[in-house]
């Protein structure tokens, strides 16, 4: 039997090395990068991680 992991999304900024790691049903992905904008100016990314089975 297998468990469904949830998908998580990655957070980047191609500027600097800012990364985390969040759910993909967390909402806050968009506000990481909102706030990321705002402090530094930066685009910052969303990403999803592919799980490796």
Known sequence: MTSETPAQLV???PEC?????????DRSAAVIVR??????GHAARIAKVESEE
């Open 11 to 13: 957070v980047e900024c």
């Open 17 to 25: 090395p800012f990364s985390t790691v969040v759910g993909e049903d």
């Open 35 to 40: 706030e990321h904008g705002a402090k530094t």
